[in-house]
């Protein structure tokens, strides 16, 4: 029996679980429709649609996370405050008007510092299921498009940045002078020498991308090796930016992501914990819809 | 009369100068046909085109500088090593096989090394014009596109390393999540914020692009003020990595880019003795036209 929805939607993307009364996965949808394709009126027709191919009742409620929240998503969740408990984010979860089902959308949270403003939408619910399911404590951090790192002392987040690392690289991986180089092949070792040539030298990091195309045109560098230097000296960057020495880091993603960030946190000398994204948004909303919906039969799985 | 014909031959336009026996310009023509547009076979009738519409007939030579020696410009002209006797230039130049007219073509310059190697096509003249005309010594500073900074001693090119500002700017005011915000304007105090902030803190520039995102999402920054902002930073970084301390650079540029780089530079601590573009890719040209060709009748202008 499905106890609650959960999803995460994204800018381009969303996916949805289908929990039951153990936490069990009982059904799951995947989509690509997100904030950046959807108007405000689209949002619940599509989610319905997912929810009848699954043969979800009306009375099963919902939890979103993620840019469904933004000012230019479904419903506008406001950004929370630092520090965070983050046992607070379920509480502060708005509640989408005008439709009959129970659809909560949970906040992000936002740095309000002049000199340092930043923001997150999605991610904190990642970091709620690993701090409050998984015991994650200290620095994390959740690659992609905008990289996130955050510090986690007690269940309370306490600061966090964003890196434009994986926006960086699309960017000049297919829009730039270097593209003309990059392939899909992926070299460790040409990967691992852009990681440390960026840990080196990380306030030459214009220059560096520039031996990335004179290399090639003076046959100095592979042509095919590009795509994965580069990738290691934006990620080496990123590193060398962060608020980390040799500490143990908790690396939350999947895939490639989480192979090539482990590696490059490595060499930088990190000691590397790694909790799957997708098992730390789905212990988030987890943990919020056992805060909202207390009649939720759950256990602790 | 006219004595020689000087053209910059870029990846994007060229520009061309008819000069006289005296040095004089007796006239001047500019196109948007380059590198990125022209096949090997175009250049030449290009190039006819616009000498037929100055009146110049086919005994006059032409000397070009810039993408034409490119490998994929009209005639390659190899790069010379570093360290490079500017002087040399001239010698080097390559003489376009298969036309009735005398044209030749400055080659660029290579760093062969495999740890950090460059390359330079064109701004190689304007060193040239800038050392053997101008008597510059010392650090230089040529922005764009492709910034190249260059260390030249007694008239010798010693080293010089680019660095992708111009391309970066580009693409991140154009095409990325902080293209909504930039406009038009530009705020002197917004560029000088953020050449402050990239100076102090160079090794985090992926965390301060997304400040600029954050920042107007929050209100905590202008939208209006995020190019200007943007500039700062990557003009900070720019100098941040450069091999300058507080000392006297030379910085040859023109316009709005020589106004910004020379305010960004003043804020690092440097002093900064500004040269026109167009004049050194002139004297460069006139230097080399005079070692090739020194029937041409030229006085130090």
Known sequence: ???????????????????????????????????????????????EAHLAALGVGPEVPVLICGMAGARTGWHEARYLDLPLPLGDLAGAAIRVPGVARDIRILPGVARRDAERPDVMRGEETMLLGAALRCGVEGTICMPGTHSKWAQVTQGVLTRFETAMTGEAFALLSRQS??????GTEFDEGAFAAGVRAALAQPETVLRQLFHLRAGPLLELIEAADVGARLSGLLIGQEIAGAPVGEEAVTLIASGLLADRYTRALEIAGCTVRRLDADEAVRAGL????????????????
């Open 177 to 182: 002078t270097l593209s003309g180089f990059v």
């Open 286 to 301: 987890a943990a919020a819809a056992a805060a909202l919906w207390p009649t939720c039969i759950e256990s602790v799985s």
């Open 1 to 47: 029996m499905i106890r609650y929805i959960g999803v995460d939607w994204g800018t381009s993307s969303f996916r949805l679980w289908a929990i039951g009364n153990e936490g069990q996965l009982l059904g799951e949808r995947k989509g690509g429709q997100g904030m950046s394709t959807l108007t405000p009126a689209e949002y619940g027709p599509v989610l």
